[in-house]
């Protein structure tokens, strides 16, 4: 599903603007910084209040709801759509799998849409690494054929396969980039998130449970590997296809509890708990087709990731006075 394209690398000074969605999420305010750090006219449409810092007079920030906001005046003058707009989360999939359709599948639709109508030249889409299901031990490829074991997995697996259905469609100009995500950490992260909470937890010597027996093993990769990633794909000379994101390596989440408690100089209380509906206990992202054709490999290793992560969250800890 993917290859090597006739089209030539874009110069982010003279390529159109960005429509990024989910731009107050985690991924999402990270990449606006880096986007206008290198220069792209950038807009930002997500239903939650930003509150983040102001990134100059190239980003512009919208606040509205993807599934009634009117989209053509946010798409004009844009070449290039990023979007990261989704509801996320295995284990409420389970139970509140309309809203998961509505704003992970149906908003998709209507984004495309509007994307088709208005010409749009690159879509990435944030996919997932929870496509591929429960393997055994070997790393994933995009060969593989997906086994999604939860339902947000398979709103994500449609939501993909649905914009590169849009780039085949006949007359259509868009090409599009799925990149599969694989487990994203760093500052910022969502609350609920294992890294996040394990770091609190080490710090405040609070308890954290585990579902499993620690031995369930994860691809973690650093934000600002994502975000260049991501930038990497809005330009990359490549046809329509799907990607992974993650570094290769895999680490056991009883390997990640001792990394953290020993770099954060103190360790959490754990609690182990039955492992949950829809959680897999393995992934390893198999980088090749990423590396060979967005020219793109994750350069920052766990331990160093961690070391930031950590520092961040202790300063926003000493800030609320915890």
Not at 76 to 99: K, N
Not at 164 to 175: I, T
Not at 300 to 316: F, K, N, P, V, Y
Request: glycine share 10%; net charge neutral; proline share 5%.
């Amino acid at each position: 599903m993917s290859g090597e394209g006739t089209c030539v690398m874009a110069d982010p000074q003279v390529a159109g603007g960005v429509l990024v969605t989910g731009s107050a999420g985690f991924i999402g305010s990270h990449l606006l910084g880096h986007l206008a750090a290198g220069g792209r006219r950038v807009t930002g449409v997500d239903r939650r209040d930003p509150a983040v810092a102001d990134h100059g007079a190239r980003v512009r920030q919208v606040v509205g709801d993807l599934r009634s906001i009117p989209l053509a005046p946010l798409l004009e003058g844009v070449s290039t759509v990023v979007h990261l707009a989704a509801i996320p989360g295995v284990r409420p999939s389970w139970r509140e799998f309309d809203d998961y359709v509505e704003c992970n599948l149906l908003v998709t639709r209507r984004l495309l849409e509007a994307c088709h109508a208005a010409g749009v030249a690159r879509l990435v889409i944030a996919s997932s690494s929870s496509v591929y299901g429960e393997v055994a031990g070997l790393p994933m490829a995009e060969s593989r054929t997906p086994a999604p074991a939860s339902p947000y997995a398979v709103t994500k697996l449609a939501a993909e396969q649905l914009a590169l259905a849009y780039a085949r469609r006949p007359g259509s100009r868009l090409s599009t980039v799925a990149l599969r995500f694989f487990t994203v950490y760093g500052p910022g992260q969502r609350p609920d998130m294992l890294i996040h909470r394990l770091i609190t937890a080490a710090l405040t010597g609070s308890e954290i449970a585990i579902y499993g027996d620690g031995g369930a093993r994860r691809d973690f990769i650093y934000v600002d590997d994502v975000v260049r990633a991501v930038s990497r794909a809005m330009d990359a000379p490549v046809d329509s296809g799907t990607f992974n994101l993650g570094t290769g390596r895999n680490v056991s989440v009883g390997e990640l509890i001792s990394l953290v408690s020993t770099l954060a100089g103190s360790a959490p209380q754990v609690v182990h708990q039955d492992r949950k509906a829809g959680d897999v206990g393995f992934t390893l992202a198999d980088v090749s087709r990423t590396a060979d054709s967005l020219g793109f490999r994750a350069t920052t290793d766990l331990a160093e990731g961690l070391r930031r992560s950590i520092e961040a969250r202790r300063r926003q800890l000493a800030e609320i006075g915890a």
